[in-house]
């Protein structure tokens, strides 16, 4: 789930810093300018690991500033194909079901890859689960916001999202501000699925979990650390 990124970049350290380690003061601008962004194909930078190698420092003509090349590595989140995660439901729409790590939003669990069968509940905004009894009949089983869900990762996306230029004066105001909206795009996102035994709401296999097996595994992951060689762009 997180992996070690090796990345290269070129920082600068402005005067007002000098006062500061080199390695201080660079270990705080890549902080201030990575975390908690979106790398294109590499992952959602969380937090600086160490330092790997710190180049020359050069002082550009007209640039008070220093600019050093650092070769460092970064903590990032970007899960692989199949890892199984446990979240929470954030909300429910018919698009699916829309979960949140607490630090990263930006996973769907499609209708398509819900349990078999599922409807969408309009006035409860939930999607039910159809449980089928051995009598024939069916249980409703809620995934109601705020609920522990287990999925599995099925397909991750990155869209490159470049800055949005000023309106077109001609255009009105309500129409600039739709088509902003519009534009906008998520540079990461997670496509999940919860359709396979032992996955879902987790209150819905933790009484059967325990009645057969008289304990409690905990839902503990395993978390894999790899390494990966890329660049900052």
Not at 73 to 89: A, E, L, N, Q
Not at 99 to 123: K, M, N, V, W
Request: hydrophobic content about 40%.
């Amino acid at each position: 789930m997180f992996v070690l990124a090796e990345l290269k970049d070129t920082i600068r350290i402005a005067p007002e810093q000098f006062h500061l380690k080199l390695s201080e003061a660079v270990r705080d601008e890549i902080n201030r300018k990575l975390a908690n962004k979106v790398l294109l194909n590499v992952g959602l930078c969380i937090a600086l690991k160490d330092i790997v190698k710190l180049g020359d420092s050069i002082i550009l003509p007209g640039d008070g500033a220093s600019h050093t090349e650092v070769i460092f590595r970064y903590i990032v989140f970007r899960p692989t194909v199949g890892d199984v995660i446990t979240g929470k439901i954030r909300s429910c729409s018919r698009e699916g079901v829309h979960i949140t790590l607490g630090f990263f939003d930006d996973i769907l669990i499609p209708p398509t890859a819900l349990q078999h069968p599922s409807r969408f509940e309009e006035a409860e905004q939930a999607w039910v689960w159809e449980y089928p009894l051995e009598n024939g009949e069916g249980h409703d089983l809620f995934m109601d916001i705020g609920e522990p869900i287990k999925f599995r990762v099925s397909r991750e996306i990155f869209e490159e999202s470049s800055p949005i230029g000023p309106p077109d004066q001609a255009e009105s105001a309500s129409t600039s501000a739709s088509q902003t909206t519009a534009d906008v795009k998520t540079p990461y996102r997670i496509i999940a699925a919860i359709n396979e035994s032992g996955l879902g709401v987790l209150s819905w296999w933790e009484s059967h979990g325990q009645e057969e097996n008289g304990e409690d595994d905990g839902n503990e992951e395993d978390v894999e650390e790899v390494e990966m060689d890329t660049e900052t762009v």
